[in-house]
């Protein structure tokens, strides 16, 4: 029999990741599965059969390794897309029916903290005192401001309803368009810049470090560094200036449908939704003035962990 492990489980609107570790934190199995449960929400707001289907799949597929690894204490939440669905209380009731996993759909506050507890790992300059954490998921993108410390303060938090996936299907973004990128980018824009005011990130300035989890600026800060393989965790912590990641942007503009989908850091699971998220993610480093923003593999499944650890979920 093995030891007794803790699993954390966060399902996007593009794919669901699985972190299984043991009492002390430490790292036992993790995988990620790119459900694309958002996709053809656009149409009606409603998850599709097909999608429902590889979503149950998936969390199957995960309670497998939950008993494989003897998990006894575990957190799977569900954020945008179950949020936003009309029938995402049905999904949530067919993976407790199918695979036993009790699912739980948090708002947007709830995830922007998981996020913060997991990404604040990176941040190991003492200097500074604040940070910024941005998480573009597939149908939401959080932003929030908070002091580094042990148990961090948020000082003030937003939910973009806009995600690489759903925007991507909404701005019908596959292939680059500058007018319809502009339009997502105003959209956008209407939450960073009001983020910005109201957080008065002018402030802070002089002692705040910038982040960024998800996929996206993952991959980015693959190609900055002109990495020819994709592993998520070699990109963990990496310090990326934004004019580098702005070369790489628009070098994807560029690509058509084919070219992102045999380049080795997009891919299949992205080729479709990049552009969107490329739109999404530099608008925000624009409107928050960032010049230099860590890319972050830990996020809410590394916050949910901390919190199993601790007795605090």
């Known amino acids: 029999m093995r030891d007794t492990s803790l699993a954390a489980i966060d399902l ?7 972190l299984i570790a043991d ?3 430490n ?22 059969d097909e999608a429902m289907a590889r979503g149950i799949d998936c969390f199957c597929m ?16 569900a954020t945008a897309a179950c949020r936003m669905a009309e029938n995402g209380s049905e999904f ?38 604040y940070i910024v954490v941005y998480d573009l998921g597939g149908g939401s993108t959080e932003i929030t401001l908070a002091t580094k410390e042990l148990r961090p303060k948020i000082l003030h938090t937003v939910s973009i309803p806009w995600g690489a996936r759903n925007s991507s299907e909404k701005f019908e ?45 993952l991959r980015l800060t693959h ?12 990109a963990d912590g990496v310090a990326v200036e934004t004019k580098d990641f702005e070369r790489v942007i628009a070098a994807i503009r560029k690509m058509n449908f084919e070219e992102r989908l045999e380049h080795p850091c ?15 993610f530099a608008q925000i480093y624009h409107d928050l003035g960032a010049k230099k923003i860590i890319a972050s593999l830990k996020s809410a499944v590394d916050g949910m962990i901390t919190e199993l650890i601790n007795g605090t979920d």
Not at 12 to 18: F, H, I, P, V
Not at 27 to 48: D, I, S, Y
Not at 223 to 234: I, L, P
Not at 266 to 280: E, L
Request: charged letters at 30%.
């Open 12 to 18: 996007g609107t593009n794919s669901c990741r699985l």
């Open 23 to 25: 009492k002390n934190g």
């Open 27 to 48: 790292e036992v199995f993790k995988n990620a599965v790119p459900t694309r449960l958002g996709e053809g929400m656009a149409k009606n707001n409603c998850f599709t």
């Open 62 to 77: 995960f309670k497998m390794f939950m008993d494989e690894y003897n998990v006894q204490r575990y957190r799977a939440v």
């Open 92 to 129: 949530v009731h067919k993976v407790k029916q199918q695979a036993n996993i009790d699912l739980e759909v948090i708002d947007g506050y709830e995830e922007a903290r998981l996020n913060l507890l997991g990404s604040m790992a990176n941040v190991k300059d003492e200097n500074v005192k």
């Open 173 to 217: 973004l596959n292939d680059y368009d500058e007018n319809k990128a502009q339009k997502l980018a105003y959209e956008i824009s209407r939450y960073s810049k009001k983020f910005a005011e109201e957080a008065e990130l002018d402030k802070y300035r002089d002692k705040v470090c910038f982040v960024a989890t998800s996929s996206t600026p």
């Open 223 to 234: 190609m900055v560094k002109g990495w020819d393989t994709y592993e998520r965790s070699r």
């Open 266 to 280: 997009i891919g299949q699971s992205r080729a479709d939704i990049f552009n969107a998220a490329c739109v999404i």
